[in-house]
């Protein structure tokens, strides 16, 4: 018995520390660990009583016994409800169970007193010392088997629904539960040893409660599927494999007077009597978006699910109708806010964009304009990558001439027609600015100076052979140019000014001419 009790006493230690290890994760596991506790306390006081033959050793351990005793059958009533109802555990409840306890343990401690809780110290017939049982002491294990059995059939009368479910569970309890009691039984009535056999049955107890947590047998409590299907919010319905509906949910049948009023109180209903056009396919699960399905003007999203027997025919459908009025409104109004937005967003680049090439125009000749051409120098320098370029400075001759003489008007209708002519025929590589005043610059990429000054000079002699009108009066004007060009590795600013003395080398020379710069006048420029 001794050696019967250590195992029983590791049993509970070892199963005290595997429960705490998972209680945060596991139902039930914290009564277990008190369960297990209780039986290893009671299990190494056993042993003890085993290894003395001394009267008061024997009567203190005893007493010491009633509350580690106690303790583990309010442990296992916690853990069954607890498996039942998580939520049932309070403070108070707990708090009533340890009243027994208490109150038993007060009462073996004060035996000597009354003697009515424990007999004479006997030898029993195994030879060994034991503790003879009072009346008070039969009270208080009758009080543990009454709570045991009565947090048993609790728990598994407490869903008379999902009986499938409920039974099985129950048949864990009972296999929880037996063990203990009939052992005790058996020890105490029928051999009559006078041992703690009921250890041996509550540590096969707790090796079946480990068992059946691990296996997660009680984390989800039995539910009753008539009730939870009808307290759906969506329409359900059992359609047969002829297509008539053999039965409804709750929803259903409030939906069934707003699909057709005849079809209130009908038990011979058809699928196409809901007038929703729904055609069940028995190879597949099928789902129909119904608009305004209702004289209520509600959507419906329609889904039927084969139902099929062991074989894998289809002998029916499960049709669920859900109401997506509100969702499929929300995504109309999205779909058209969507829509406004992105027209407002386009609104909004096309505002840009016109603002964006407004700042780099020439708002009188509608060329490109100085920022934009410091830009585009500025960008070619830096990534020319030995490509050379040819830049063209062109000025207006006489053109104060011309503003005093036929009035500013005039003058600005020259300066478009000149920048017309210049910017006529090129290629989008090629940059046309006004630089200021009656000042155009033009940029070749590319070009050499010989290849660039042939074509301002074709350019100077469309413009002297254009007659320009304007307030009745037809004006002829030339232009003089400066050309630079670089071999790929060039600075913008020395371009500009090479360009600049070259076109004052031209206006010095008789004006309506083209002259290139010298790579004197680039190098002092740079």
């Known amino acids: 018995m001794t050696l019967a009790y250590g195992v029983c006493a590791s049993i509970g230690a070892h199963t005290v520390v595997a429960a705490w290890h998972v209680h945060a994760r596991r139902t039930g596991a914290l009564p277990l660990a008190g369960l297990a506790a209780g039986i290893g306390l009671w299990a190494v006081l056993a042993c003890a009583s085993t290894l003395t033959t001394d009267v008061t050793t024997l009567r203190v351990l005893a007493i010491a016994g009633i509350l580690p005793q106690g303790a583990l059958i309010a442990s296992y009533a916690v853990l069954v409800w607890t498996i039942g109802n998580p939520s ?33 110290v006997a030898l029993n017939p195994l030879g060994v010392w034991v503790v003879q049982l ?36 129950l048949g864990w309890m009972l296999a929880i539960a037996l063990p203990p009691i009939v052992v005790n039984l058996l020890a105490l009535e029928v051999f009559a040893l006078g041992v703690e056999l009921t250890l041996i049955g509550m540590a096969s107890t707790v090796v079946v409660l480990r068992i059946a947590l691990d296996r997660h047998s009680f984390d989800l409590l039995p539910v009753a599927r008539e009730q939870v299907i009808d307290e759906l919010s969506d329409s359900f319905c059992i359609v047969d494999r002829a297509g008539y509906v053999r039965d409804f949910n709750r929803a259903a049948r409030r939906l069934l007077p707003h699909l057709s009023p005849g079809l209130a109180g009908r038990h011979d209903v058809r699928i196409e009597d809901f007038g929703l056009g729904v055609q069940p396919d028995p ?39 859900r109401d997506v009025t509100t969702a499929n409104r929300q995504q109309r109004s999205l779909e058209t806010a969507n829509v406004r937005l992105r027209t407002q967003l386009d609104t909004i680049e096309a505002l840009r964009a016109e603002l964006a090439e407004q700042a780099v125009r020439d708002p009188l000749t509608g060329l490109h304009n100085r920022r934009y051409l410091t ?33 500013h008007a005039v003058g600005d209708d020259v300066l478009v027609g000149v920048a017309r002519e210049l910017a006529e025929g090129q290629p989008p590589s090629v940059v046309v600015a006004r630089n200021g005043g009656e000042e155009f610059v033009l940029v070749f990429p590319g070009a050499t100076a010989e290849e660039g000054r ?73």
């Open 283 to 321: 190879e597949h699960d099928t789902t129909w978006l119904v608009e305004d399905a209702t004289v209520l003007g509600i959507d419906l999203e329609i889904r039927l699910i084969v139902l099929r027997d062991p074989a894998g025919s289809c002998v029916g459908w499960a049709m669920v109708s």
């Open 88 to 120: 049932w555990p309070t403070r108070r409840r707990i708090v009533l169970l340890s009243i027994e306890p208490v109150v038993s343990t007060a009462l073996a401690a004060t035996d000597g007193w009354h003697h009515q809780f424990f007999g004479e």
């Open 375 to 407: 830009d585009a120098l500025t960008m070619r320098s830096a990534g020319a990558a030995g490509e050379p370029v040819c830049l063209a400075l062109v000025d207006i001759d006489h053109f104060k001439r011309v503003n005093d003489t036929y009035g």
């Open 454 to 526: 042939t074509r301002v000079e074709a350019l100077r002699e469309r413009v002297a052979a254009h007659r320009f009108a304007a307030d009745d009066v037809t004006l002829q004007v030339t232009f003089s140019a400066g050309i630079a060009a670089s071999d790929g590795h060039f600075d913008a600013e020395a371009l500009l000014e090479g360009a600049d003395r070259a076109l004052y080398r031209a206006k010095d020379g008789g004006r309506n001419r083209t002259e290139t710069a010298s790579a004197a006048e680039l190098v002092h420029a740079v």
């Open 134 to 169: 009072g009346p008070l002491y039969w009270a208080h294990l009758l009080f543990l088997y009454f709570l045991t059995i009565w947090s048993t059939l609790h728990f598994g009368l407490a869903d008379p629904a999902a009986p499938q479910k409920k039974n099985r569970q």
